[in-house]
């Protein structure tokens, strides 16, 4: 029996929730901090997981992303904090990061990612399909849950 995309997004949604409720009590600086030893922070893991999300479902499936840019960019793989996140933006970033869910649903009912390109990411799973994609989420999501609770102890 094969995990559907729409289970996976459950377990997202289910992950995501949890690492809102574990940062809330955080602060901007702590949001921002980032420890010796470390190259990223709190909220750049969390901006991270919707960047990985738009790039690995739309742009290898050659469609636009459904954030901007810049906050592809800001926060895609190999990038790091390059200024302090605003309360604002922080917001943005909690709000998007459960919000992305509703079009990537919509997107997958429809048939959008017929054009997904075969890769293989760093970790060495192969993607032939957005359905392979989705079901990577979790996995690429749990880890950066580890960074922010461990980033968490050191804020």
């Not at 929730?17 to 420890?35: H, S």
Request: aromatic share 10%; proline share 4%; glycine share 6%.
């Amino acid at each position: 029996m094969s995990i559907t995309p729409f289970t996976q997004i459950n377990t997202l949604k289910i992950t995501r929730t949890f690492c809102l409720n574990i940062i809330k009590d955080l602060t901007v600086d702590q949001l921002n901090k980032v420890p010796a030893g470390y190259n990223n922070n709190i909220i750049w893991n969390i901006a991270h997981m919707i960047a990985a999300q738009e790039g690995v479902c739309y742009l290898r499936a050659g469609k636009s992303t459904n954030i901007s840019e810049a906050f592809y960019n800001s926060y895609k793989p190999g990038s790091k904090p390059e200024a302090e996140v605003t309360a604002g933006d922080i917001d943005t970033i909690k709000s998007l990061l459960l919000g992305s869910f509703d079009q990537l649903e919509k997107d997958l009912q429809t048939n959008h990612f017929e054009n997904y390109m075969p890769w293989a990411t760093r970790y060495g799973v192969e993607m032939k399909s957005i359905h392979d994609a989705v079901n990577f989420l979790p996995f690429h999501d749990g880890m950066h849950m580890g960074y922010i609770m461990a980033l968490k102890r050191l804020v």
